[in-house]
């Protein structure tokens, strides 16, 4: 049997596809070489706060008290990271850094536009917070924003701050997408997250469940919230199965800036639907269809 997904598009599942938590490469279709590095910072930002969020326990913060990460990354010629220097007196983050960074996939060689292949520096000075609500704030000190990840929520989202992407001021900007007008933004985020999960789907889940031949849908449905963090995923699929790998591919989105209306942050509804095909190929349908014929 073949499996193919749809994501506007066919494309054919023939073999299985390791996924790390982020594909990295996503920003390598980026020509402009400072905006590839911002990607690439912002998707190792996620990996690092993804991996404190394991063991809040681990950070030992008090309410209010922040600990501080100035962190350097090298990103060689030939697609590696590693780690060029690294201050924190907090165990549990240097922890994080290392672990994030061990995981990390090569990526593939970067040209700038005169075709040689190029390095990247990532350079980070972040503040992490846990606040009385048991969230994770990080203030990143380099541009003076901050930007928090809810690891609790304790109470649901005022449903006026919900707005759907179609019709969003402001559209929320993968990193990558920030240059251009709000369409072409929305155009370049469509086209990311469907690559995104395109590249990362676990296709060894979908060629085992021995689905009946046929078209089959996953929908999926997502917030990015103020904070342009994925949150209240939500997926429907034919299998368990299929929904739990839906939920942890768009869980392992980066972190996007928000989406804005009326020049106010708000949660941004985001519709996400993957359509696959089996087709049953077995010697056994293919004699039937011949004598049919």
């Known amino acids: 049997m073949k499996s193919t997904f749809v994501l506007g598009f066919l494309f054919l599942i023939s073999s299985y596809i390791y996924a790390q938590q982020l594909d990295l490469n996503t920003c390598n279709s980026i020509t402009e070489a400072s905006s590839r590095t911002h990607c690439l910072k912002s998707s190792v930002d996620t990996l690092i706060l993804k991996e404190l969020e394991k063991d809040l326990e681990m950070l030992r913060l008090q309410p209010g008290v922040s600990e501080k990460l100035d962190l350097e ?3 060689s010629s ?11 007196p907090n165990f549990a983050i240097a ?35 846990v606040t009385p609500q048991n969230k994770i704030q990080v203030k990143d000190l380099l541009q003076n924003t901050s930007a928090q990840n809810e690891v609790a929520i304790d109470t ?7 707005v759907g992407f179609a019709i969003i001021e402001n559209v929320p900007v993968f990193p990558g997408c920030e240059s251009g007008t709000n369409a072409a933004k ?21 060629n085992t469940l021995k689905l009946e031949p046929g078209r089959h849908r996953i929908s999926v449905q997502f917030k990015i919230d103020t904070n342009g963090y994925i949150s209240e995923v939500w997926a429907k ?4 199965l299929l929904e739990a ?12 800036e928000p989406g804005r209306q009326k020049g106010k942050e708000v949660n941004v509804m985001y519709t996400l639907p993957i359509v696959f095909q089996i087709e049953d190929d077995s010697p056994k349908e293919k004699k039937k269809s011949r004598r049919k014929s």
């Open 73 to 75: 990354i090298e990103v």
């Open 78 to 88: 030939v697609g590696n990271f590693s780690i060029v220097s690294i201050n924190t």
């Open 245 to 256: 790998e839906a939920k942890r591919i768009i869980e392992s989105l980066p972190k996007m």
């Open 156 to 162: 649901p989202p005022e449903e006026d701050k919900d």
């Open 95 to 129: 922890r994080a850094v290392n672990v994030a960074i061990s995981s990390i996939k090569p990526v593939a060689m970067y040209k700038d536009k005169e075709g040689n292949f190029m390095k990247s520096i990532l350079v980070f000075s972040n503040a992490y917070t």
């Open 186 to 206: 929305k155009n370049c985020m469509s086209i990311a997250i469907d690559q995104f999960v395109k590249e990362n789907f676990n296709l060894s889940v979908a």
């Open 237 to 240: 699929a034919p299998h368990p």
